[in-house]
């Protein structure tokens, strides 16, 4: 039995819910995010609050039920508050920009790497070191912050590469001189 599953999700106001044939829709101040779902599961919304049942008694249509779950709450925090993530990028002359749609990424390599921001995206930078990746679809949001992140993961070391704000990196020692 899915705990997670069972809850409700109450919809806030200014919010606009449509259920219509194996497909759901939210509408907030921020955008529209529309999701699938499969036969599984049945999506009900009943006076601003959204519920989600199973169709059957599998253990399918139980992942199912906490899946889609999850998946309509993130779409309601999504169009009202919107995602961020934040990248710190320390190493000595590692630097970001932003130019039009390209984030332009110094990394101590030979060249620097282009990454084209998504349109549905907000990219910033704070400085030179931080970068901010917002916007109202959470998987977009988490995707994108991976796929920087992977241009330089931080080394246990020195520390230097692209880490998340909220990342603890473990430090190793290094070498020691043997006499």
């Known amino acids: 039995m899915s705990r ?25 101040p921020k955008g529209k995010l529309c999701q699938d779902y499969t036969a599984n599961v049945k999506i009900e919304l009943n006076d601003g609050v959204i519920t989600v049942c199973r169709g059957d008694e599998t253990k399918a249509s139980n992942a199912a039920q906490g899946l889609y779950r999850n998946l309509i709450n993130n779409m309601v925090v999504g169009v009202t508050t919107g995602f961020t993530k934040n990248l710190v990028i320390t190493g000595v002359g590692f630097r970001a920009e932003v130019k039009g749609n390209l984030l332009i990424l110094n990394l101590g390599y030979s060249t620097d790497f282009i990454a084209l921001i998504p349109e549905n995206l907000t990219v910033t930078v704070e400085g030179q070191n931080k970068v901010c990746v917002s916007g109202i679809d959470k998987q977009a949001v988490g995707e994108f912050c991976a796929q920087i992140r992977k241009l330089r993961k931080p080394e246990p070391y020195k520390g230097k590469g692209i880490r998340y704000e909220t990342e603890t990196i473990r430090r190793k020692v290094g070498k020691s001189g043997v006499k």
Do not use: F, R, Y
Request: glycine content about 16%; proline content about 8%; aromatic content about 0%.
């Open 4 to 28: 997670i599953g069972k809850l409700p999700i109450t919809v806030p106001a200014g919010v606009k819910v449509d259920i219509q044939g194996n497909s759901i829709c939210v509408e907030g």
